[in-house]
């Protein structure tokens, strides 16, 4: 099985029993280009049904510029929770807003810079 992301295909690599991770073009032994899915089950109470829990994590080594060492890992990993029974309108629209609010130029300066735009 593939994972297609930005036109880069992600082959399967390893499978566990609730976590796949997908190789990239680019992943060697020494250079990393890898994304990680995992996935918890809901764990109900008697009064409450509980909260399904995704990963998705990207892994990939860069080239550095004026620093130390030549290369290190850059790491991108989003945790999401959404209680069971949530409708799936509003779970498209969280993920909606999330997906813009990570392309946005806001939070490109956070990331790049470390600043807080407020």
């Known amino acids: 099985m593939s994972l297609t992301v930005n036109a880069k295909t992600y ?3 390893s499978f566990g029993g609730n976590i796949v991770g997908y190789s990239g073009p680019a992943h060697t032994l020494s250079v990393k280009d890898y994304i990680k899915l ?6 109900p ?9 995704t990963n ?5 080594t860069l080239t550095l510029t004026g620093a130390l060492s030549p290369t290190h890992d850059g790491i991108l990993d989003i945790s ?3 209680p069971v029974g949530a409708a799936s ?3 498209d629209a969280m993920l909606n807003d999330m997906g813009s609010l990570l392309a946005s130029a806001s939070f490109k300066t956070h990331v790049k810079a470390q600043q807080i735009n407020y």
């Open 11 to 13: 082959a399967g690599d």
């Open 38 to 43: 995992a996935r918890t089950a809901p764990k």
């Open 45 to 53: 109470t008697v009064t409450f049904s509980g909260v399904g829990r």
């Open 56 to 60: 998705a994590k990207l892994t990939r």
């Open 80 to 82: 999401v929770s959404i």
């Open 89 to 91: 309108a509003d779970i």
